[in-house]
């Protein structure tokens, strides 16, 4: 029976927004899941979060390795090409009749390449939103023209895929899988967090994930450097930073970060990667993500907590109330860090535009409906 629904998972972010997706499908008697594991997830570097995965138990995964060594963009073309011709023979060995993926990363957007020249079905998840500063927001809408049934997390990226020729018919708005679940993790204490990671919580405690904006050049050594100094004004406040990701520059910015958490060891904490669970867990109990990480946009709402996007790499993204949108300027850093501080945790500001009830199950049942029909790939672009 040609049951198999092939599912990608290219980093920690979009692994952790897949998840509760990847467990139903496990569980389901009506399909076979197989799990193709790329990109950060297989390099040391980012922590190996294939681990994390591994430890879930799931019966059928593949891994594409591929050279992610330098963080040019030179070596990002070199590594989309690699990635095509690897995939095409990974995807031709296990010939799924769905293949799902997630996002706008450049490994997804091969992978996609590869599937669509094979005839093989796309399902793209999160079509439609926007990231103007990033190389994600091309790779995303050319994902979405290269796939076939499309599930958005907002009415408004919905609209966003239509308005791009997709018909109507295919593009369901679902909310953000990622969300569904978040009520029902088994979250760690604070003083699990603090025995489990030698950390410490101040007054005020902030999570930092700052990464490139791939479109703005010699950006990353700017937005750096005023974040840091931003912080170094800061009393009475401790620092969680996790790793960038795997995108050009993202060494400058790593870099910058361990020699100030070197500097500054009584207050500053670094990983690599803390895993779904944990890192949800210790976004319960901090103040405010700083940054410019979508979990700041998508994740932090749903715990009451404050966001500083700084800069454009997520411009143009649906968001919450509770979201501070600011330069990368030293000066506005330290207004919007005061303004957290000073403010009331107001519940109505924090609603979240992501969250659906039952999402999962939404998107379960339509691919399943999907898995057993017969496919016709061509496509009509539709007109407004």
Known sequence: MDDKICVVTSSRADYGLLKPLLIKLERSNKCRLQILITGSHLIKKYGYTINEIIHDQYKKIHKLKFNMSSDTNLNTNKSIGIMIKKSSIKLNSIKPKLLVVMGDRFEIFAIVVASYVLNIPVVHIS????????????FRHSITKMSFLHFTSTNIYKKRVIQLGENPNSVFNIGEIGLDNIKNINYL???????????KFDKYNFLITLHPVTLEKESSQKNITNLLKALSTQKETNFFFTLSNADPDNNIINSKIKSYIKQNKNRSFYFKSLGRENYLSLLKFVDCVI?????GIIEAPSFKTYTIDIGDRQKGRVRSKSVININSNVKEIIKAINKVKSNKKNQAIFHNPYFKKNSVDKCYKILVKYLYKNINLKKTFYDL
Do not use: V
């Not at 940054?291 to 979990?295: F, I, P, Q, V």
């Open 291 to 295: 940054g410019n990480s979508s979990s």
């Open 189 to 199: 204490t604070k003083n699990n967090l603090i025995n489990k990671f030698n950390i």
């Open 127 to 138: 079509g439609g939103e926007t990231t103007e500063g990033a190389l994600d927001e091309a």
